[in-house]
């Protein structure tokens, strides 16, 4: 084997294992949401998050605009803050937009869902949602189902 | 009674000599690499004979792994309906973990053994003597190439491993199972995180490949240069590496996922 | 200039509980072919490895060419073995590497020469050992003889003052061990270096050394020119020279008398 084909070989190794690399990065991770580029970001206060995380995804019509950038509690007011970064193509929210924690599917993932309003101002960059709705906590639902069952029967 | 505590106690102090040795040894080949950046053509070569050679076993574990993950999670998943899940589930299970350990375990079978019996030779015909004798450093020779091309072999061959155990579980999922490809890509793209997942991941490897390149390249150095001990040597440095992979990754996940 | 080369003054060392030289001291001089002779398992081979400095002496010291070899800094060690050659037993060819490369080892290492003068050089080496048709052939190709002298043009790559030889005798057939005598002593001439041969092979090492040193139990048995030695007073030289079964070496391994032996096995 002389050398200068060991040295192909060893590059074509170097070569695969980069292909590996970024065929992994692109095809099944979400570099694409790191590399979106140009952002701006939202605050909206809830009572409870539920199972929300950083990086869970923000939609509007089912389409993912956006990543939770950050996740605070203000022990003054009681509520979970949130931080969103919005991709900037999509800056035409109006400002009484609704925020809401929903899930998913039956089992999936949390992720925070706008509607918009119908005001004609838009959101700029570092402003608050005020209307927004928590998410549904399986046992608030059932204690509230049990208890509305209890008034009926009186 | 009293015997058996002093054989224990003897046992005892002979494994930390033994780590102290092989810590002094960690130390100097580290610092032998430095003399690498003249002699580049010596890693090269190692990393064909390390790195390259095991990219064959390590394609087709990985195929295997990769389509039989997605099998078995196919069925583990179809009861709940949720057999859409099969490409995140896979991906996960491929870039956390299955690909860093078995890519270790399959290093440590493959190159590891090679590289303990190479050297230990190298030991047993005084090779190693000879080079010393011709005024070369076989640290600088011999040890640093090898330990260093399996410090950068491993990650590159764990992510290839991941890689084509993920084209292995698309071709089972998809083209075999008929589920449809659009959640197969979908999904993971939603739920792995390049940095909690890939770059762990292969910050994992980079560690099993110190840890076992490093396994591999002492026991073949401190061999006892015999026929038989070179047989133990070989045997050890696949059983220890094994071992101290399988240990350092609960380590590492306990640090790394723990949130 | 100074007539001896290696100089070992009250030599001391020891392999885990087993003595191997006790108070050991030896003149080797810079020229002619200096012979090192004793019985397997003497520690001949582990006093060339000392005066390599590859191990270190409990005490004593070993003096290469007026440099105390066990305390120099690995740099200067290093450049005092690139005047030393050494050939081991098996040959220590790099087997990775075909002939014409391992000759060309250490040139290529220690040296900058360009690749033509290098050929010349390697060739040249070769062809004093009579293997320059060998260039290409890889070690495993060799036979033992043949390894030996291809280490032999290794060894003298780099020109060195004294050529040490661990055990070049063992384990030849007649022609490959008439070669490496004749070797051995025509380089020695030619070269004008030091060459130290450890041998227990009487009959050849006697025929070409200049001066031979017996050593036995760690400690200098006799020195002297091969004919001293052949006409030596001394009755375990004697039976070392010649190769007797027994004398003051007992041909039985201790042991307490055969009929009590026998007689115990009987009853056991």
Redesign the interface.
């Known amino acids: 084997m002389t050398?200068r084909k060991?040295?192909i070989?060893?590059g074509?190794?170097?070569a695969?294992?980069i292909?590996?690399?970024f065929?992994?990065?692109m095809?099944?991770?979400?570099?694409?949401s790191?590399s979106g580029g140009e952002s701006y970001s939202l605050t909206a206060n809830f009572d409870n998050i539920g199972g929300l995380k950083v990086?869970s995804?923000v939609s509007a019509g089912g389409v993912?605009i956006g990543r939770v950038s950050d996740i605070q509690y203000n022990s003054e007011t009681y509520e979970a803050v949130i931080r969103m970064d919005i991709d900037a193509q999509y800056n035409r929210f109006p400002v009484d937009t609704a925020a809401s924690i929903l899930t998913s599917g039956l089992?999936g993932?949390q992720y925070v869902g706008l509607e918009p309003g119908a005001e004609e101002d838009y959101l700029k960059d570092g402003d608050v949602i005020d209307l927004t709705q928590s998410a549904l906590v399986l046992e608030q639902i059932i204690g509230q189902f049990l208890y509305s069952q209890g008034d009926k029967k009186e | 009674m009293i015997d058996r505590l002093a054989n224990l106690g003897a046992t005892t102090l002979a494994a930390f000599e033994r780590l102290g040795r092989a810590s002094v040894f960690l130390l100097v080949v580290l610092a032998s690499c430095t003399s690498l950046l003249r002699r580049p053509s010596l890693l090269v070569k190692q990393l064909y004979s390390v790195g390259v050679q095991t990219l064959i076993i390590v394609i087709v574990a990985g195929l295997f792994v990769g389509m039989v993950m997605a099998l078995q999670s196919y069925y583990g998943l179809v009861d709940f309906g949720a057999e859409d899940s099969v490409g995140v589930m896979v991906v996960l299970s491929l870039l956390r973990e299955l690909g860093p350990v078995v890519t270790a375990l399959l290093f440590a079978g493959r190159a590891g053994s090679a590289l303990t019996a190479e050297i230990g030779l190298m030991k047993a015909t005084e090779q190693l003597s000879g080079m010393e004798m011709m005024a070369v450093n076989p640290m600088q020779r011999v040890m640093a190439p090898r330990f260093l091309a399996g410090v950068i072999s491993m990650p590159l061959l764990a992510t290839i491993f991941s890689a084509v155990g993920v084209l292995g579980a698309y071709l089972v999922a998809v083209q075999m199972l008929g589920l449809d490809y659009g959640p197969f890509w979908s999904q993971p793209q939603a739920k792995v995180d390049l940095y909690d997942d890939l770059y762990n991941g292969i910050i994992k490897s980079l560690v099993f490949g110190v840890v076992a390149a490093w396994i591999a390249v002492f026991e073949g150095y401190d061999c006892v240069p015999t026929s038989e001990g070179l047989g133990q040597a070989t045997t050890r440095t696949v059983v220890y590496s094994s071992l101290a992979v399988l240990f350092l990754d609960f380590i590492l996940t306990a640090l790394m996922f723990s949130k | 200039m100074n007539q001896i080369l290696v100089k070992i003054r009250d030599l001391h060392f020891s392999r885990g509980e087993r003595k191997i030289f006790d108070g050991l001291s030896l003149d080797i001089p810079r020229s002619g072919i200096t012979a090192i002779m004793g019985p397997s398992g003497t520690g001949k081979t582990t006093l060339l490895k000392l005066i390599a400095g590859q191990l270190r002496p409990e005490q004593g010291s070993i003096e290469v060419d007026g440099e105390n070899v066990h305390r120099l800094k690995t740099r200067e060690l290093f450049e005092l073995r690139k005047r030393m050659g050494m050939l081991f037993q098996t040959g220590a060819l790099l087997t990775d590497l075909s002939v014409f490369e391992n000759v060309a080892y250490p040139l290529r290492e220690h040296t900058r020469l360009d690749e033509a003068m290098l050929r010349h050089l390697v060739l040249l080496k070769l062809n004093a050992v009579g293997l320059r048709g060998a260039a290409q052939l890889m070690p495993s190709q060799l036979s033992g003889g043949m390894a030996r002298r291809v280490a032999l043009a290794r060894a003298i790559a780099l020109d060195p003052m004294m050529i040490m030889y661990d055990e070049p005798f063992t384990g030849q057939d007649p022609i490959s061990m008439g070669v490496l005598v004749s070797l051995i002593k025509e380089l020695n001439d030619a070269l004008d270096i030091c060459s130290i041969v450890v041998s227990h092979d009487v009959p050849e090492t006697l025929s070409i050394a200049n001066q031979v040193h017996i050593i036995s139990a760690g400690r200098l048995v006799e020195s002297g020119t091969p004919e001293q030695l052949g006409n030596s007073q001394s009755e375990w030289t004697h039976q070392f020279i010649h190769g007797d079964a027994d004398g003051p070496v007992p041909f039985h391994y201790p042991a307490k008398p055969l009929l009590e032996d026998l007689f115990q096995a009987g009853r056991a």
């Open positions: 050398s060991i040295e070989l060893v074509l190794f170097v695969g294992a292909a590996a690399f065929m992994l990065a095809k099944v991770s979400n570099m694409s790191y990086r995804p993912t089992l993932e």
